[in-house]
């Protein structure tokens, strides 16, 4: 029997590792959910005081544990955390240690089966809380404390309930969400609340929900609850003030404590409208991306993410170029490109995969000979180098490398700027500075894989024309310390936040230097006062001042590099003031017994402690992601085929993709590991890679190693089973000759999903051979022709002929 078949099937594009409010299962069957989610906030002028508590629950069992990953708003400091003990009912408070520390110690306890609670930042404003246990009863709860100040919109201010967006994991809470609001009565004029994210257009939550936003804050207080919200996207109020906007405010503490000094919080957005200058320009940008073998998982996904979103904010006077290189180089266009080839851009980023070595001079090189040739003339080329490693093929050196990008466009009287962002650990930092440094850009890094995206992304913010550099600010006033600050660059509409420590008066001045990209000095200066508040408000000036000093500490150790001096002074920062940042923890236990190897540390209610730290004695340093120097882990291949990205190089997890045959979901098959063949890797490699390491050669490239499928496919025609596997023992993409083990997956919208199980290249067909199959073709739209196919049950064999099978992107 013969039937004709046309089939729909899904492509489903590699899963990235993005910011959203999600709850993931650790070691353990049972579904884990988030039971409710309840917001309590309190505004005072710019200033925000929240307190986010979530339950958890279980579906079976009493030893269950989570991780919840949870964004905040824009340069919140996450300052408390506390966790409710059901059995001694009572919230016990958690204590600020190492990073390192905390995860020692929580690992320990997690294995005696006592209750813990464990939060770091792993992103730009996003952190994880590591929970143990949930129950069928719902009796874990987590408070997490936290501050900030109103994001600025235009002409009004914004308040961001942040469950951020693009994870397929974010958690829908049965009970729902509540948010409420107390601040000042008739002090603000509000909209209605609305549903959306950093990067798109709000909606209502009338459109979106059909839930009544509208809000009225006359007598200074609303409540908003909703059911059934999957914690996919922000909800944002905005507000505008019933008097003229503020160019600047400012928030004072004095703790009670006789030894404790006052702590000032500063907000200032500084009026640059006297200065064309600084004011935002047309950019020419080309992102050079460092696709070596070790950028492969979550770093490459989170790259390609940020890249993506980037793409997405470039305006219509913008200039792009987009170059990968491992130890080849590969370009989206030899020219650059404007507004109309972002779609484009965008599908050859999110086909990039990770392999080979680093030749970091070749793809800067290249960038540089693609920028200096835009017709945007009266902007400086900006090159955005993303990169894991140390450059191993071609110039390796400051000079080898600045002297390859700059001998072509010193002959056009071009200038190019070197941006760098350097992930994991193992990097050169020093390097990567030094090429920032010379070519009058900056660098920053992302120690944590979970930063690659928001590093990405804040500094491509910075990647324009206009702009301030070199910038030293600072909070005068008689008798206060701790009150400078630099930054490399500040943009018009930036707002800049400082601290200081001291007694402060009725005023004070803020006052600003820099330069402009002529060279020209800017000084700038307001003056203000605190602002006067009655209630317990005042008390997150500490905990934002203490943020303030973090982040001008870890600027400077992205600068100079860890050092243990910087990391140990970094650590002490966050523990004498209860804060989560990059190189602390926050840690609750039990009981007090188990704290016996921890030091307590007495605070004052704005968590400031009472006493000198003591430094911590385990090695903080090199907390991030594992950065390398592209030693074995690294994989080598020929270039890539004319037309495509990269040849198939599934893996497994939140990496799989395959940009030439099929895209694989995630999560990927759990049973899915490769099977060595003859002349192919083999163990643990094989296992992991599955099929072969290298691509298929171009023209001109070094001869492909063929590998073998297994004995059952050859010249056999494609084989279908009943659990819809399907064989298919040679395949042309293009000219490119595949074979490959798939398995069909039926979809609730009926359509189907091919996961691909293994796969590995074969020789072109030998016309001439016993083996006489009609060609199984893949086009460049991604439509797969296969005149015949073979499927087999226990009691009948089906020939289908003439298959058709139209892919199409989500």
Known sequence: MKTKSYITFLLLITAQWAFATGLQPVGTSAPVRVQAVDFELEMRGLYVSSVMEVQFVADSGDENAANLRFPLPPDSVLHKA??????????????????????????????????????????????????????????????????????????????????????????????????????????????????????????????????????NLDNGTTLLSLEDFAMSKDITLDLTPNEPMSQATALYYQPEAPNLVGHLHTWWRPDFSDYPAVMSQPRNVVFVIDVSGSMSGAKIAQTRQAVINSLEALSNE???????????????????????????????????????????????????????????????????????????????????????????????????????????????????????QQRGGESTFALDDN????????????????????????????????????????????????????????????????????????????????????????????????????????????????????????????????????????????????????????????????????????????????GTDDGESEKTGAPPPPGMTYMPQPTVAADMINSALLLSPSPAPTNVVGTPYSGGPTGASAGASGGTSSGVGASGSAPMAYESPPASMFCESPLLDEQLRLDIPRLNYQGYYLWGSLQLVVLPDGTLRLDVLNYGPVAPPNHNSACQLEEIVLSATMQLHIPLVLYQTATEEVQITDIILQGRTV
């Open 451 to 626: 930063e690659i995206t928001g590093q990405i992304l804040d500094l491509f913010a910075r990647v324009r024309g206009g702009g301030v550099s070199d910038v030293i600010a600072a909070v005068q006033t008689a008798g206060v310390s701790d009150n400078q600050f630099t930054w490399r660059r500040v943009f018009s509409g930036t707002a800049l936040q400082m601290g200081a420590k001291g007694d402060v008066g009725n005023s004070m001045n803020l006052n600003l230097d820099g330069r402009l990209s002529d060279l020209t000095s800017i000084a700038l200066n307001t003056t203000l006062a605190p602002l006067s508040s009655n209630s317990t408000i005042h008390r997150i000036a500490a905990p934002l001042a203490a943020k303030t000093w973090a982040d001008q500490l870890e600027r400077q150790i992205d600068a100079e590099g860890e050092t243990a001096e910087l990391v140990n002074k970094a650590v002490d920062l966050a523990r004498s003031y209860g804060i989560v940042t990059r190189y602390s923890s926050l840690l609750a236990l039990q009981n007090e017994e188990l704290y016996e190897s921890v030091n307590r540390i007495a605070r004052d209610p704005a968590g400031i402690a009472l006493q000198p730290v003591a430094s911590s004695t385990v090695d903080e340093s090199q907390i991030g992601g594992q």
């Open 82 to 215: 506390e966790i409710y003990l059901p059995e001694l009912e009572q919230w016990t408070v958690a204590e600020t240690m190492g990073r390192r520390e905390g995860e020692i110690i929580y690992n320990d306890i997690v294995e005696q089966q006592l209750d813990p609670l464990l939060i770091q930042k792993i992103g730009t404003d996003f952190y994880r809380a590591r929970v143990y246990p949930i129950n069928e009863q719902g009796d874990l709860r987590m408070r997490v404390h936290y501050a900030h100040t109103l994001e600025t919109a235009d002409n009004h201010y914004r308040l961001r309930v942040p469950f951020a967006n693009k994870d397929a994991t974010a958690a829908t809470p049965a009970n729902g969400i509540t948010i409420s609001l107390r601040t000042d009565a008739n002090y603000w004029t509000a909209g209605a609340w609305q549903m959306g994210d950093e990067m798109g257009t709000p909606s209502t939550l009338d459109d979106e929900m059909g839930t009544p936003s509208t809000v």
């Open 318 to 436: 913008d200039y792009f170029g987009i170059v990968a290189f491992d130890d080849q180089v590969y370009v989206f266009r030899p020219n650059m490109r404007s507004g109309a080839d972002i779609p484009a851009a965008i599908e050859w980023v999110s086909n990039l995969i990770a392999m080979g070595s680093t030749g970091m001079s070749a793809g800067l090189t290249t960038g540089a000979a693609i920028g200096i040739r835009s017709p945007l003339t009266g902007a400086s080329i900006d090159l955005l180098l993303i990169t894991d490693g140390r450059p191993n093929v071609g110039s390796s050196t400051v000079d080898g490398i600045l002297a390859d990008v700059s001998a072509e466009a010193e002959q056009l009287g071009r200038q190019i700027r070197i941006f760098s962002v350097g992930i994991g650990h193992n990097l050169d930092q020093v390097l990567l500075n030094s090429l920032a």
